[in-house]
């Protein structure tokens, strides 16, 4: 093939891929823009070749933040970054970018490259559905407060006192409405967590107190199915956490461990520290979790199969997950089925 045909060749794919592609020379100039890059930016290759790229493609990263300088001076390769946008008719489009070097075989440098996805379709659908179950979830709780009322009203006539078939029914029926009340408010806590409209109430605590609290809670339930319950932990430093949300994320591991575990068990939880972090690791010898499982139990909702029918709504490690990131840890999970899972939570000592 002759380098006419083969560069024809390069523009055709350049062109044909749904991704907008753009090079920069040293100065962040650009050199090249493909089709993809006309459309959502509005600009045509003639008219943004030369320009610096900030002006073509202007976005929440240009600045301080931007990808290209990350390339420069640290000399990575982001990828998967996500922002925003302002195109040429002044629409915001949700972008996902990567940035890297371009080198010759002889490693010298030939310019910069930049890989750009919209991905706003995307976000709206995200954005709908959460809009969606949050005003569903909302538009639940006035009725279910106004049941709930009704339900404590007509346990006190004398009617239900007297019949025991309609103090029997009561029973359900206010038993089935705190589940559904107690559901529409996890799923409420969660879905601010996760759109960060809950501010963490930082305080300086003890993390062992709050462990401690949450194992004697659950000690009674653990004795019940002969489960022993145990709890290692040296004296820590106080953090500066959130007592409330972390007791919140530690019960939910907890009562995890003992609901997915059989009887006459063990449930270990064990604390230890590194210079920075404070790491609290739960294992259990329950039925564990299958690995195709395993990248979808952070998410809402998401209930893996289990040995036996167990309540729950799936949203205590989704709520976890947005509560321990929000502290700038991490929540982590290993787990061998029949053999039993360990989750660890890591903390900072110093927030960054
Ligand atoms: N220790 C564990 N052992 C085995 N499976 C687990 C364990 N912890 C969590 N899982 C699996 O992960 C899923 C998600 O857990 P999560 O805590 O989010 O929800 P849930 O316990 O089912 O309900 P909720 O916490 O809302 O009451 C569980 O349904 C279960 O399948
Ligand atoms: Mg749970």
Not at 76 to 99: C, D, F, K, M
Not at 147 to 155: D, P, T, V, Y
Not at 213 to 237: P, T, W, Y
Request: charged share 30%; net charge negative; proline share 3%.
């Amino acid at each position: 093939m002759s380098t006419k045909d083969n560069s024809q060749l390069n523009r055709f794919i350049l062109d044909s891929i749904p991704v907008a592609i753009v090079t920069m020379d040293y100065d962040f100039k650009i050199t090249s823009f493909n089709k993809r890059a006309e459309q959502l930016t509005g600009y045509l290759a003639d008219e943004a070749v030369g320009r610096p790229c900030y002006e073509i493609v202007n976005g929440s990263r240009c600045g301080e933040d931007c990808p290209l300088q990350t390339v420069r001076n640290a000399g990575e390769s982001p990828s998967g970054l996500e922002a925003e946008i302002v195109n040429r008719h002044g629409e915001h489009i949700s972008i996902r970018i990567g940035a890297a070097s371009i080198l010759n075989e002889d490693k010298s440098f030939v310019g910069y490259l930049e890989v750009i996805e919209d991905i706003s379709r995307q976000k709206r659908r995200e954005r709908e559905k959460n809009n969606f179950i949050s005003t569903i979830a909302h538009d639940m709780k006035s009725p279910l407060v106004g049941i709930s009322g009704l339900i404590k009203r007509l346990k006190k006539e004398q009617i239900c006192e007297t019949n025991e078939k309609l103090r029997e029914y009561l029973r359900v029926m206010d038993e089935a409405e705190e589940r559904l009340e107690s559901m529409v408010n996890d799923f409420l806590e969660y879905s601010h967590l996760e759109s960060g409209q809950i501010k963490l109430d930082l305080d300086e605590i003890d993390i062992q107190q709050i462990l401690e609290q949450v194992a004697e809670m659950h000690q009674l339930r653990a004795e019940g199915k002969n489960i022993i319950l145990s709890f290692d932990c040296h004296s820590l430093g106080a953090i500066e956490a959130d007592a409330n949300r972390l007791h919140r994320v530690f019960t939910n591991i907890v009562d995890n461990a003992i609901k997915y575990s059989p009887q006459q068990s063990e449930i270990a939880i064990r604390v230890s520290e590194t210079d920075k972090e404070i790491v609290i690791c739960f294992q259990d010898q329950g039925w564990g979790i299958n690995p195709e499982q395993m990248p979808y139990i952070f998410d809402a909702f998401y209930r893996a199969e289990s040995e036996e029918e167990v309540n729950g709504h799936g949203l205590g490690l989704a709520a976890s997950r947005a509560i321990i990131r929000q502290h700038g840890g991490r929540i982590s999970v290993e787990s061998r089925p029949g053999k039993g899972s360990v989750f660890t939570v890591r903390l900072p000592k110093q927030k960054t």
